[in-house]
Protein backbone atom coordinates (compact mmCIF):
# COMPACT_ATOMS: atom_id res chain seq x y z
CA UNK A 1 0.00 0.00 0.00
CA UNK A 2 1.43 3.21 -1.37
CA UNK A 3 0.84 6.46 1.06
CA UNK A 4 0.75 10.38 -0.27
CA UNK A 5 1.08 13.30 1.89
CA UNK A 6 0.84 16.15 -0.43
CA UNK A 7 2.05 19.76 1.33
CA UNK A 8 2.86 23.17 0.24
CA UNK A 9 -0.67 24.61 -0.67
CA UNK A 10 -2.09 28.06 0.38
CA UNK A 11 -3.29 31.38 -0.32
CA UNK A 12 -1.69 33.13 -2.69
CA UNK A 13 -1.55 36.35 -5.35
CA UNK A 14 -2.66 36.23 -8.80
CA UNK A 15 0.70 36.11 -10.67
CA UNK A 16 2.54 34.56 -7.69
CA UNK A 17 4.29 31.08 -7.11
CA UNK A 18 3.82 28.21 -4.95
CA UNK A 19 5.25 24.91 -4.81
CA UNK A 20 4.08 21.20 -3.92
CA UNK A 21 5.14 18.46 -1.98
CA UNK A 22 4.22 15.07 -2.08
CA UNK A 23 5.92 12.66 0.15
CA UNK A 24 5.45 9.08 -0.58
CA UNK A 25 6.17 6.11 1.28
CA UNK A 26 8.57 3.11 -0.27
CA UNK A 27 10.46 3.77 -3.27
CA UNK A 28 7.30 4.72 -5.20
CA UNK A 29 8.81 7.76 -7.42
CA UNK A 30 11.95 5.34 -8.72
CA UNK A 31 9.32 2.74 -9.23
CA UNK A 32 6.16 4.22 -10.75
CA UNK A 33 4.89 7.19 -12.78
CA UNK A 34 3.55 10.16 -10.57
CA UNK A 35 0.79 12.78 -11.31
CA UNK A 36 -1.07 15.73 -10.17
CA UNK A 37 -4.03 16.22 -10.46
CA UNK A 38 -6.44 19.41 -9.20
CA UNK A 39 -10.10 19.66 -9.01
CA UNK A 40 -12.03 22.97 -8.26
CA UNK A 41 -15.61 23.39 -5.92
CA UNK A 42 -18.29 22.15 -8.84
CA UNK A 43 -15.96 20.78 -11.27
CA UNK A 44 -14.41 17.34 -12.27
CA UNK A 45 -10.78 16.45 -11.24
CA UNK A 46 -8.66 17.84 -14.29
CA UNK A 47 -5.50 15.96 -14.62
CA UNK A 48 -2.69 19.00 -14.12
CA UNK A 49 0.86 16.62 -15.27
CA UNK A 50 3.03 13.87 -14.83
CA UNK A 51 6.29 12.34 -14.62
CA UNK A 52 7.36 8.78 -15.61
CA UNK A 53 10.16 6.63 -13.86
CA UNK A 54 12.60 7.84 -17.05
CA UNK A 55 11.79 11.47 -16.26
CA UNK A 56 9.40 12.38 -19.14
CA UNK A 57 7.11 14.70 -18.55
CA UNK A 58 3.44 16.16 -19.90
CA UNK A 59 1.40 18.90 -19.02
CA UNK A 60 -2.09 19.70 -19.34
CA UNK A 61 -3.40 22.92 -21.76
CA UNK A 62 -4.06 24.87 -19.20
CA UNK A 63 -1.23 24.81 -17.09
CA UNK A 64 1.68 23.84 -19.90
CA UNK A 65 4.74 27.02 -19.71
CA UNK A 66 3.47 28.11 -15.79
CA UNK A 67 3.56 24.75 -14.15
CA UNK A 68 6.75 22.16 -13.52
CA UNK A 69 6.91 18.94 -12.27
CA UNK A 70 9.73 16.72 -10.95
CA UNK A 71 10.62 14.29 -8.43
CA UNK A 72 13.75 13.32 -6.23
CA UNK A 73 13.91 9.51 -6.01
CA UNK A 74 16.33 9.82 -3.05
CA UNK A 75 13.94 11.36 -1.40
CA UNK A 76 10.81 10.01 -2.52
CA UNK A 77 8.79 13.12 -3.31
CA UNK A 78 7.28 14.49 -6.19
CA UNK A 79 6.94 18.24 -6.75
CA UNK A 80 4.74 20.88 -8.85
CA UNK A 81 6.71 24.61 -8.98
CA UNK A 82 3.50 26.57 -10.09
CA UNK A 83 4.49 30.11 -11.09
CA UNK A 84 1.93 32.73 -12.61
CA UNK A 85 -0.64 31.50 -10.93
CA UNK A 86 -4.32 32.61 -11.60
CA UNK A 87 -8.03 32.52 -9.92
CA UNK A 88 -8.92 29.65 -12.11
CA UNK A 89 -5.96 27.78 -10.77
CA UNK A 90 -7.94 27.44 -7.46
CA UNK A 91 -8.48 23.94 -6.74
CA UNK A 92 -7.58 21.08 -4.00
CA UNK A 93 -4.34 19.58 -5.69
CA UNK A 94 -3.89 16.20 -5.28
CA UNK A 95 -0.93 13.70 -6.60
CA UNK A 96 -1.33 10.07 -6.90
CA UNK A 97 0.57 6.80 -8.66
CA UNK A 98 0.34 5.27 -11.03
CA UNK A 99 0.44 1.35 -11.98
CA UNK A 100 3.60 0.86 -13.60
CA UNK A 101 6.55 3.09 -14.50
CA UNK A 102 4.93 4.63 -17.94
CA UNK A 103 2.67 7.36 -17.66
CA UNK A 104 -0.82 6.90 -18.75
CA UNK A 105 -1.04 11.16 -18.57
CA UNK A 106 -4.42 12.09 -18.01
CA UNK A 107 -6.63 8.63 -18.17
CA UNK A 108 -7.28 8.89 -14.10
CA UNK A 109 -8.17 4.84 -13.80
CA UNK A 110 -4.55 4.51 -14.54
CA UNK A 111 -3.80 5.70 -10.86
CA UNK A 112 -4.19 3.71 -8.03
CA UNK A 113 -3.46 5.41 -5.13
CA UNK A 114 -3.85 9.26 -4.40
CA UNK A 115 -3.27 11.48 -1.16
CA UNK A 116 -5.94 13.99 0.52
CA UNK A 117 -4.64 17.47 -1.10
CA UNK A 118 -3.69 20.59 -0.88
CA UNK A 119 -5.52 23.48 -1.26
CA UNK A 120 -4.39 26.30 -3.68
CA UNK A 121 -6.55 29.43 -3.75
CA UNK A 122 -5.81 32.41 -6.00
Known amino acids: HVQLVESGGGSVQAGGSLRLSCAASGDTASRYCMGWFRQAAGKQREWVSS???????RYGDSVKGRFTVSKDNAKNTLYLQMNSLKPEDTAMYYC??????????????????WGQGTQVTV
Open 96 to 113: ATGRTGVCAWYWQPAYNY
Open 51 to 57: ISTDGTT
